[in-house]
C-alpha cells in the first residue's frame, strides 16, 4: 500500500519517509510511529511534534487531530525525552 493512501501522510512526508527506508504502509505500520519519527528527525532535524502525530494517525487511520488526549500526551513525552540528548545516542523508549 502507497503511503499517500493513508490518512495524514501527503507528497512531502511521504518523501522525507522514503529517504529514511520507510517506502510502504506496511513499514510505516510495522516500524510504528516513534521509530519512524526518530528516523526522521535524525535526517530532518525540523520535523516536530505534529509529524509524529500525522504519523501515528496514520497507523490509527485517523485524522491527526482526533487522536485521543492520553495518546497526543504520550508521544509528546517521548518528544520530551528525546530533547537534551545528543541525537546519535537517543532513541526510542
Not at 19 to 31: F, H, N, Q, R
Not at 32 to 47: D, H, I, N, T, W
Amino acid at each position: 500500500m502507497e503511503l499517500k493512501s493513508m490518512m495524514n501522510i501527503g507528497e512531502e512526508l511521504a518523501r522525507k519517509l522514503t529517504a529514511v527506508g520507510i517506502d510502504s504502509a506496511e513499514k510505516l505500520k510495522k516500524a510504528g510511529s516513534r521509530e519512524a519519527f526518530f528516523q526522521l528527525k535524525l535526517l530532518f532535524p525540523q520535523v516536530c511534534l505534529v509529524h509524529l502525530y500525522a504519523l501515528e494517525g496514520a497507523i490509527q487511520n485517523q485524522k491527526y487531530n482526533r487522536l485521543s488526549e492520553e495518546t497526543k500526551q504520550d508521544l509528546k513525552d517521548f518528544t520530551n525525552g528525546l530533547k537534551g540528548q545528543p541525537f546519535e545516542t537517543a532513541g526510542p523508549k
